[in-house]
């Protein structure tokens, strides 16, 4: 069932971890970021469309995780976007014998089994300088940064007013952190966190990969929150956090939290830098 949030801007909430896929209407058809999780959601979501009378022209996924890269074979064979880096990260997950098996087994199996693992994965890499994404629509303006996985990216629509923020700025999910391959994923964090709060002066609707759509007074409040995490994490402490409390939306946020911890100890460790 898709919901209007802005004028042309409308989203479809999956029940897999309250992901939000997002379809912004443009001239001829419509944008589709991050598309949807289960085949069956995606399947109603081309229904939707489909009464509508509007195509999809173009897709988007914010970043290189496998709930933010499917497809589904009535969104027919518009082009889906990424940022080059996303683009080049995927590949390198997708190249090699059992690439697909092994991506397979961090998938629940009763959403694994709706995939079309032909359509998967399937991004476009723009080029770095390209700042909003080629389409016949209103001006999506592509805010790239290093924090969640290479090359995430937040989609600010800003004759709408909306940020659309990939998997930052949740209520539901705490920041979760790049930790592989990077050099300073705390940092890295706090960056693209200013950077966000710089672009979204103006922003009227904030919407996160995963959980509630926020109105203007969120946007400050959940980079706060977020903010604050980054700080209890980076100093090992206990996060004053409704999402990794007794409250919690996802009650397996706790561990995720203690799997940070630990990663992060074991990295200053490895790295003689103080914890
Ligand atoms: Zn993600």
Redesign the pocket.
Known sequence: MLRQVAEGVLIHQSEFCQSDAVVVQGQVGVLLIDPGVHGSEMACLANDLGELGQPVVAGFST?P?W??VLWHARFGAAPRYGTARCASAFRVLLSGAGAKARIAEWIPPDIAEQISWDLFGLITGLPAEMAQIPWDGPKVRIIEHQA??PGHAALLIEERGVLVAG?MLSDALIP?LDLNDTADPIEDYLAALRLLEGAAGDVDVLVP?HGSIGGADQVRARIEQDHAYVHALRDAGTPDDPRVGPSATFDWMSGVHERQLQQLARRSERDGTPG
């Open positions: 970043h995780h709930d933010h969640h996985a998997d979760m990969g």
